[in-house]
């Protein structure tokens, strides 16, 4: 079943709990796509990419530095067209000793795809991974979480085309659904088994908000994201956290947006790279399988 099914860990006794949490890595997870790509808004539709400004490369390269400093692997989910256009920067993640998924190749939200369509770009995104030196592809994050009750299906999809993780659902309302497990678990499809491996939330003014990713994370203070993360691993849960090069960006280009898009993709970006360094270095982070190796039954 390969490296995603080992160990299902359970613990009873508090102490030998207390043992294993010690070890408990979390999960650092990138996706790399340019500031560019927001799904749903017309001017940023994929015939303007070519001529709007690339920032992916300086970005990442920059975001490894940081984690090359910080001692860190991570998985990078890229986006086929970023991997295409850059095939030397998925080289430098992989020669860093980074793990490297597909975040789409067109990096459309998959509700808004039909299962032909999805499969196709899926496979691009293998392809063009493959062809800048990232074989053996089997982790995959949807664009904006847009794997929920909406388009289930593209788990058998995934299965399909021989993946074992998927990191797209999130137990959030806007994105997801708050019912879902808040630790990796594995999901039956018609196909066979994937691990699924959810990102951070944390429960804060009697809401569920995103303590791992986004605005929730760019947000919260340093020493708050960190309580969450050792609740999470006081209970047995490695935290995921996921992040984006151009949140890192010290000189980001924007446009108007949706005021939603907005808030997930301006909100407080000031400062983020020194708030992330600090978590990077208050708590243990490595790459997805990390978490999905702990997957439970769901
Ligand atoms: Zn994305």
Known sequence: MGPWFRGIQSTTHNQQSAINNQQLLNSLTVDVEEWFH?????????????????????????????LDAAGITATFFIVGWVAERYPGL??????????????????????????????????????????????????????EWSINHRSEWALEV???????????????????DVSYPRGAYVRSTRLGPIVEVPPLVADRFGHVIPMGWG????????????????RANVEGRPAVLAIHPW???????????????????????????????????????????????????S
């Open 90 to 143: 998925v080289r430098s993640i992989l020669e860093a000793g980074h793990d490297v998924g597909s975040h789409s190749f067109w990096h459309r939200r998959v509700y808004d795809l039909d299962r032909v369509a999805f499969a196709d770009d899926l496979h691009a995104s293998v392809l063009s991974l493959g062809a800048a030196g990232a074989s053996a592809i089997t982790a995959f994050r949807a664009p």
């Open 158 to 176: 995934l299965v399909q085309q021989g993946f074992t993780a998927d990191a797209s659902m999130a137990p959030l309302k806007i994105v997801g």
């Open 247 to 297: 949140e890192l960006d010290p000189d980001p280009p924007r446009v108007p947006l949706p005021p939603g898009l907005r808030f997930a993709h301006y909100f407080r970006l000031d400062g983020f790279l020194g708030r992330l360094r600090t978590i990077l270095r208050g708590a243990s982070f490595g790459p997805l399988e990390a978490a999905a190796s702990r997957a439970g039954s």
């Open 38 to 66: 927001i799904c749903g808004v017309p001017p940023l539709r994929p015939e303007a990419w070519p001529r709007l400004p690339s920032r992916v490369e300086q970005t990442t390269r920059l975001l490894l530095d940081e």
């Open 215 to 230: 605005w929730g994370l760019r947000m919260s203070p340093p020493a708050r994201v960190l309580k969450e993360i050792e």
